[in-house]
């Protein structure tokens, strides 16, 4: 059991930058693959970043490749995610999400635990 918790959402204006971290509790972090989802008004939950167990391997989404940075700190337990340069329509709930490693994908269906999200909001 892995319980998830993001902070780190805010406004910023269009080309400012935010980090988000998600904490998570329990010994095991290090065994599962993590993702970072977002989620607008009235859209689906999509794929921003994923991240392996060890940080080898990471993948991002098309939109956000460039710009974003994902990372992170197994000895604080800590998954982060860099936005820089950030858009207006980078505007979202953002959640952070953990599957067993070997499963990291751009799925939300594959991910067993989720946080509660942050929201980010970029004015233009």
């Known amino acids: 059991q892995v319980q998830l918790v993001e902070s780190g959402g805010g406004l910023v204006q269009a080309g400012g930058s935010l980090r988000l971290s998600c904490a998570a509790s329990g010994r095991t972090f290090s065994t599962y693959d993590m993702g970072w989802f977002r989620q607008a008004p009235r859209k689906d939950r999509e794929f921003v970043a994923s991240i392996t167990w060890s940080g080898e391997t990471v993948d991002y989404a098309d939109s956000v490749k460039g710009r974003f940075t994902i990372s992170r700190d197994n000895a604080k337990n800590t998954v982060y995610l860099q936005m820089n340069s950030l858009k207006p329509e980078d505007t979202a709930v953002y959640y952070c999400?953990?599957?067993?490693?070997?499963?990291?994908?751009?799925?939300?269906?594959?991910?067993?635990?989720w946080g509660q999200g942050t929201q980010v909001t970029v004015s233009s």
């Open positions: 999400a953990g599957v067993r490693k070997g499963w990291a994908s751009n799925s939300p269906m594959l991910y067993d635990y």
